[in-house]
């Protein structure tokens, strides 16, 4: 669903960019909304989210998908933890749908999709490990990688019930826009993606714009 936000950046209180095979690891608080742009279109935004006081509470998929009833998030979806908890809400979307099942780049995913030469290959768990090592203020380890979120990833499921990942339907200065409902962890990994064609094998920049 294509929704529009009335927020302006000029407005932000914070504006990042994140280059392609970078990361981005900061705090939301409960009530800020921050936005993720996609500045030259079909990029790929891996997402995490973690209770800021407690990162043992985080995102899951198997809760938000079964609450909102679809695998697709889009303007109006609740991002669900696992402990049940709402931790923020969709509340503009001009891409129309994000991906929640295709996980992230791995430097194993990458030798077992393309080529035993790929393994040496950047990619997101690389990030946000490197993340977790860089903000040791968090208390965070590999072992609180988990599940993610797609921003931007088009992965149709066919009727055979498989996956594929075909080319973006995002273009340059389509967002995704959420609310906070708690102090979240936000950790991006600005997917250094080369292997798949969706981004026409050009890995580029976002934006992460907060407003108070």
């Not at 993720?36 to 279109?41: F, N, P, R, S, T």
């Not at 909102?68 to 969709?90: C, D, F, R």
């Not at 503009?92 to 995913?109: K, Y």
Request: aromatic share 8%.
């Amino acid at each position: 669903m294509i929704v529009e936000s009335k927020l302006e950046p000029q407005t932000a209180i914070r504006r990042d960019i994140v280059p392609a095979g970078d990361y981005y690891m900061k705090v939301v608080k409960a009530g800020q909304t921050f936005r993720i742009l996609d500045l030259e279109g079909n990029q790929a935004a891996d997402t995490l989210f973690y209770n800021a006081n407690d990162p043992a509470e985080r995102y899951s998929a198997i809760d938000t998908i079964r609450e909102q009833g679809n695998v697709y998030l889009t303007a109006g979806t609740k991002i669900l933890s696992n402990h049940g908890n709402e931790m923020l809400q969709i509340v503009a979307d001009t891409c129309g749908r994000h991906d929640t099942l295709g996980g992230a780049c791995a430097t194993e995913s990458n030798t077992v999709r393309y080529a035993i030469d790929k393994k040496c290959m950047h990619a997101c768990r690389d990030s946000w490990l490197l993340a977790v090592a860089e903000n040791e203020e968090f208390g965070m380890s590999k072992r609180d990688i988990t599940h993610n979120i797609n921003f931007f990833m088009n992965v149709p499921i066919t009727e055979s019930g498989g996956l594929t990942f075909e080319d973006g339907i995002s273009a340059p200065g389509k967002y995704v826009e959420l609310i906070a409902k708690m102090d979240v962890i936000v950790l991006i990994s600005n997917c250094p993606q080369l292997n798949n064609p969706c981004n026409a094998y050009n890995p580029t920049p976002v934006e992460v714009l907060v407003w108070n």
